[in-house]
């Protein structure tokens, strides 16, 4: 069975910094994509970070360029993010993604098979 845990989240004032990560079981995911997501109450699932297989490709979101950056440990199949400068508009449940294809950072919730129970990040203003 298939497993991604996120912890990290948690609540920071605004500018503050915060690291999530994200550890995968049941299955190696190093030659796949694994990315980032947030859902902000009543808002839909966006993107935010994505990175390839061998992690020598990223992809983010613009409103988070500059700000996050999104890593990898194959050997211990996780990823993570550093989250810096992080204000008010941060503020979501944040999930990992795996599973995504080889070769790619997509940035469509679709293109992953699997996903993690979410981490809440808060930035208080």
């Known amino acids: 069975q298939v497993r991604m845990v996120e912890s990290g989240g948690g609540l920071v004032q605004a500018g503050g910094s915060l690291r999530l990560s994200c550890a995968a079981s049941?299955?190696?995911?190093?030659?796949?994509?694994m990315g980032w997501f947030r859902q902000a109450p009543g808002k839909e699932r966006e993107f935010v970070a994505a990175?390839?297989?061998?992690?020598?490709?990223?992809n983010y979101a613009d409103s988070v360029k500059g700000r996050f950056t999104i890593s990898r440990d194959n050997a211990k199949n996780t990823v993570n993010l550093q989250m810096n400068s992080l204000t008010p508009e941060d503020t979501a449940v944040y999930y990992c993604?795996?599973?995504?294809?080889?070769?790619?950072?997509?940035?469509?919730?679709?293109?992953?098979?699997?996903w993690g129970q979410g981490t809440q990040v808060t930035v208080s203003s």
């Open positions: 993604a795996g599973g995504g294809p080889r070769g790619y950072t997509p940035g469509t919730p679709w293109a992953y098979d699997y």
């Open positions: 049941g299955r190696t995911f190093s030659n796949y994509a």
């Open positions: 990175i390839s297989g061998g992690g020598g490709s990223t």
